[in-house]
């Protein structure tokens, strides 16, 4: 399979982050993707450096003002405090109800604030190199998807289907999977079918095409009023105006088991054949593995093979964009696992 990396990935390293009340490593590493280039390779697969430049898409589907913040971050933090190098900045207070969001303050805490949903999504000094590079990466596929290849992964960190139209969250800055939707539409697809398989609900993804009738959004995920992102994802959302009918969410309970889970995507590739896409999108977030440090399915390693199967069978030119899966070690092997299927 053709596969396109992030060379810059290494770039976003921040330290920290906070969990259960204390300051731990990072889960979301760049041990991850490292795991998932070595195994591609010893797969066969030669990585391609990104060739697209996604400007025009990311202005498509994230606010000028949001690129504009991200972009100039880390160097804003630097001003503020001699020694901040060597700090993680983290939002301490937020826009909610009642709370005005359209205007920026003075303050950098604050607008990190006004452009994050959590307080989980650390900034490091290479994070906007990383992450354009990622969505660069991303068009990259969605546009060799659109000259005729059959299927692309798109391998990169940090992931993106938490980052909503002007904020981020979730681990993720820029969305790389509307990237490579509005790429792909951009560039003859008449209709595009994202499918979101990560554990987490795909709050950014579902946001950016929820008004739109020409994007499908399915997700398969924890189901939101115990899992992470809670105020996103539940089956009553099914999308407004032009978009009516066109947003699935199936929610599943914590624990769910590869029988039940494999219904559920057997329900969402229906509704995605029904729809008529011209191309798809696979959102692919591996943590529903078993041993997911921070997730709560049962998938075994050998069941992402049927996954991959049953995406190809859908039969339609396909972009697939890693997304979450924190079991670093068995990352790389479980992400073969969904392409090795796909090819059989
Ligand atoms: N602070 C993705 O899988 N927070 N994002 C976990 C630790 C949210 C996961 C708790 C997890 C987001 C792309
Ligand atoms: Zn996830």
Redesign the pocket.
């Known amino acids: 399979m053709l596969v396109y990396h992030n060379p810059l990935h290494q770039g976003h390293a921040p330290a920290h ?4 009340g204390e300051r ?1 490593p990072c ?2 590493s760049p041990a991850r993707a490292d795991h998932v280039e070595a195994s591609l390779r010893a797969w066969g697969c030669s990585l391609l450096a990104p060739d697209v430049d996604s400007t025009p898409v990311l202005r498509q589907v994230h606010s000028e003002r949001y690129l504009k913040f991200l972009e100039g971050a880390w160097q804003q933090w630097l001003a503020l405090a001699p020694g901040n190098a060597s700090v993680q900045p983290f939002p301490s207070v937020w826009p909610v109800r009642t709370l005005r969001s359209d205007f920026e303050s003075d303050n950098f805490i604050a607008r990190l604030g006004l452009y994050s949903m ?3 999504t650390p900034l490091a000094s290479g994070t906007w190199a990383a992450v354009k590079a990622g969505a660069d990466a991303a068009a990259s596929a969605a546009a060799r998807v659109a000259g005729g290849a059959r299927a692309v992964f798109c391998c990169t960190r ?5 980052a909503g139209p002007d904020f981020m ?4 800055f820029i969305n790389n999977a509307a990237v490579a939707t509005q790429a792909l539409r951009n560039q003859g697809a008449s209709r595009v079918a994202v499918l979101d398989v ?3 609900h ?1 709050n950014g993804t579902q946001s950016i095409f929820y008004h739109r009738g020409d994007v499908f959004f399915a997700s398969i995920h924890g189901d939101p009023r115990t899992e ?2 809670f105020f996103l994802g539940h089956a009553d959302e099914t999308g407004e105006g032009e978009g009516s009918g066109c947003n699935l969410n199936l929610p599943l309970p914590a624990g769910t088991t590869a029988a039940v889970w494999f219904e559920a995507l057997e329900r969402a590739c229906t509704r995605i054949a029904g729809f008529g896409a011209d191309a798809l999108v696979v959102s692919l ?1 591996l ?1 529903t593995y078993e041993g997911d440090p ?2 709560r399915f049962a998938l075994a390693s050998a069941d992402f093979c049927p996954m991959g199967a049953r995406l190809a069978q859908l039969n339609l030119p396909t972009v697939l964009v890693l ?4 079991a670093a070690a068995e990352l790389g092997i479980n992400a073969v696992h969904v392409l090795d299927g796909f090819e059989q």
């Open positions: 982050e906070f969990f259960r731990v889960f979301e959590d307080n989980g940090p992931p993106g289907h938490h969250g979730g681990y993720c990560d554990y987490h795909g992470y992102p977030g943590d921070i997730s997304e979450g899966g924190y």
